[in-house]
């Protein structure tokens, strides 16, 4: 069975995102770099797949500027077997990146896409949605549980006020949640040998696809700072600042 993974490279998690000072767009001048961490939980899927036997070849798919590489060598070195970076320095929008995964599925026919789902830059949560209604594939979005067994897929999602299990046909899109797995880090020999495996280039243009904005990024701005709050001595305190003062009761 072939896995298509698709790994967004994003702003470290642990990173403070700051505006320009133009507040044209978020400060990514030396800022740290690393894989979506949805994604990074899609790999780790997809590596456990292939260790119990299930998958047989686990292919990397990322979409952007040069440095995505750095992030498809670490997905190369926690188990995928090849990598192929689709090289532009637009700014990509979820339906661009369905598109052109679109695209490498019908090349590649892989049997399972599995991919994050949530970016935590866009915070976009569409391009798996996306990708399963341009390809026709059935999905499992947010899943907290992916079990394989005779040509479908049993994803378990986390739902309000429970779980739900939804079994697909394969070829599926999955789109992972937190509680899916929790991802291994990456060793020395490993991210040695992550240097030599295969990681093709190509262009928006080798797939077809129009990497032209549809939706304009107007600016960006940092959340109003919010004002300290205050300790109250007691209870009837508190209740007379939210009569009096919040006036919210
Ligand atoms: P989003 O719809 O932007 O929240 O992204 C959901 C998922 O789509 C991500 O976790 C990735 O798996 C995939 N994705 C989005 N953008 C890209 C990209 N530029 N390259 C590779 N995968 C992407």
């Given at each position: 069975?072939?896995?298509?993974?698709?790994?967004?490279?994003?702003?470290?998690?642990?990173?403070?995102?700051?505006?320009?000072?133009d507040g044209t767009n978020v400060e990514l001048a030396n800022v740290?770099?690393?894989?979506?961490?949805?994604?990074?939980?899609?790999?780790?899927?997809?590596?456990?797949l292939k260790e119990k036997g299930t998958a047989t070849e686990i292919?990397?798919?990322?979409?952007?500027?040069?440095?995505?590489?750095?992030?498809?060598?670490?997905?190369?070195?926690?188990?995928?077997?090849?990598?192929?970076?689709?090289?532009?320095?637009?700014?990509?929008?979820?339906?661009?990146?369905?598109?052109?995964?679109?695209?490498?599925?019908?090349?590649?026919?892989?049997?399972?896409?599995?991919?994050?789902?949530?970016?935590?830059?866009?915070?976009?949560?569409?391009?798996?949605?996306?990708?399963?209604?341009?390809?026709?594939?059935?999905?499992?979005?947010?899943?907290?549980?992916?079990?394989?067994?005779?040509?479908?897929?049993?994803?378990?999602?986390?739902?309000?006020?429970?779980?739900?299990?939804?079994?697909?046909?394969?070829?599926?899109?999955?789109?992972?949640?937190?509680?899916?797995?929790?991802?291994?880090?990456?060793?020395?020999?490993?991210?040695?040998?992550?240097?030599?495996?295969?990681?093709?280039?190509?262009?928006?243009?080798?797939?077809?696809?129009?990497?032209?904005?549809?939706?304009?990024?107007?600016?960006?701005?940092?959340?109003?700072?919010?004002?300290?709050?205050?300790?109250?001595?007691?209870?009837?305190?508190?209740?007379?600042?939210?009569?009096?003062?919040?006036?919210?009761?």
């Open positions: 069975m072939k896995v298509l993974v698709a790994v967004k490279r994003v702003v470290d998690y642990n990173v403070k995102v700051r505006p320009k000072a740290k770099m690393s894989i979506n961490p949805f994604c990074e939980i899609a790999v780790e899927e997809a590596v456990r292919v990397a798919v990322s979409m952007g500027a040069k440095p995505c590489q750095e992030q498809l060598r670490t997905a190369l070195a926690l188990g995928a077997d090849r990598a192929i970076h689709v090289e532009t320095d637009a700014e990509l929008q979820p339906l661009t990146v369905a598109k052109m995964l679109k695209a490498i599925a019908d090349e590649e026919k892989p049997d399972l896409i599995i991919m994050g789902k949530q970016s935590i830059d866009g915070d976009n949560n569409q391009t798996g949605q996306m990708l399963a209604a341009l390809t026709g594939m059935p999905q499992g979005t947010f899943a907290s549980e992916v079990a394989i067994a005779d040509g479908s897929v049993s994803v378990t999602r986390e739902i309000d006020g429970g779980l739900q299990t939804v079994k697909l046909s394969l070829p599926a899109v999955v789109t992972t949640d937190l509680r899916l797995n929790e991802p291994r880090y990456a060793s020395l020999p490993n991210i040695m040998k992550a240097k030599r495996k295969p990681l093709d280039t190509k262009t928006p243009e080798d797939l077809g696809v129009n990497v032209e904005a549809r939706v304009q990024l107007v600016g960006v701005e940092p959340p109003a700072q919010r004002s300290a709050g205050i300790k109250v001595a007691d209870v009837d305190a508190l209740v007379e600042k939210l009569k009096n003062e919040a006036k919210v009761i």
